[in-house]
């Protein structure tokens, strides 16, 4: 189905039709098929929602737009687009960083907050050298695939998930994929999650050398009220990919917790 935010058309699946409902953001290269595991390995009466962010996967790309007020923006139009009372959001990577701002402003009907492997709420601070490495990242089947050896994984996709993931990182728009490492990781959005009055449960991989665990724990649990860290074993980066059933598990014993 399509939710138009702002003007821009978005593409959202659904499933499910139990509350709390849970609301999927995907990563910077991703799509909401990152999440297709996860949802799966998830009882299946839970409503799940998940969309493509602007200028990946099926969604349309603007020429511009792509900070990360906008992607909130798009993820609020989706929830009061489906009329969702009640839901839990839950953030992979940069999908994380917008999952932070987005539960900052503190939305009517937000009753749980899961970051995996989220992206800090600081601005991301490279070198030159790296921040050009990470511009070309997803500009050839070969550029991706370096990527995912050296920095994403730390368990081999299988290669159902490999192909899904060079085409969706090929596929994003050029000026959605020069957005994140040239601006909006750079955004600080520190003072706003101070804000979060939420339980909040941080997924981190054990291997994840993106986002490692002692970073999350002194930028992300330290300045998040309420918020718990779960941390999978063996596990790089793209968790959703890699250990699905395991972070199916952890949303799971979160979300049935909220309730008592």
Do not use: C
Not at 18 to 25: D, K, Q, T
Not at 71 to 97: E, P, Q, R
């Amino acid at each position: 189905m399509k939710v138009v935010s702002n003007g821009v058309q978005l593409e959202v699946t659904e499933r499910g039709a139990s509350a709390p409902a849970l609301v999927f953001l995907h990563y910077w290269g991703g799509s909401s098929r990152t999440w297709d595991d996860v949802r799966a390995a998830l009882p299946s009466h839970y409503r799940s929602v998940a969309h493509d962010h602007r200028g990946w996967g099926d969604s349309q790309a603007p020429a511009s737009g792509y900070a990360l007020a906008d992607f909130a923006d798009d993820a609020l139009a989706v929830v009061t687009a489906l009329n969702l009372s009640s839901y839990v959001l839950i953030g992979h990577s940069m999908g994380g960083k917008i999952a932070q701002l987005f539960a900052s402003r503190r939305p009517v009907g937000l009753v749980g907050l899961v970051l995996v492997a989220p992206s800090p709420p600081g601005p991301l601070r490279l070198p030159a050298e790296v921040q050009a490495a990470m511009e070309t990242a997803y500009e050839s089947r070969e550029s991706v695939a370096m990527a995912l050896e050296h920095m994403l994984t730390a368990k081999p996709l299988s290669p159902k998930h490999l192909e899904q993931v060079i085409e969706d990182s090929l596929r994003g728009a050029s000026q959605a994929k020069a957005a994140w490492p040239r601006v909006t990781s750079k955004e600080d959005i520190t003072a706003e999650v101070a804000n979060i009055e939420v339980p909040t449960l941080v997924i981190a991989g054990e291997l994840d050398r993106v986002d490692p665990v002692e970073v999350l724990r002194a930028e992300v649990l330290s300045r998040i009220p309420q918020a718990t860290l779960h941390e999978l074993v063996g596990t790089g980066h793209l968790s959703p990919l890699e250990s699905a059933d395991e972070v199916a598990r952890a949303i799971q014993r979160f979300v049935d917790g909220l309730g008592r």
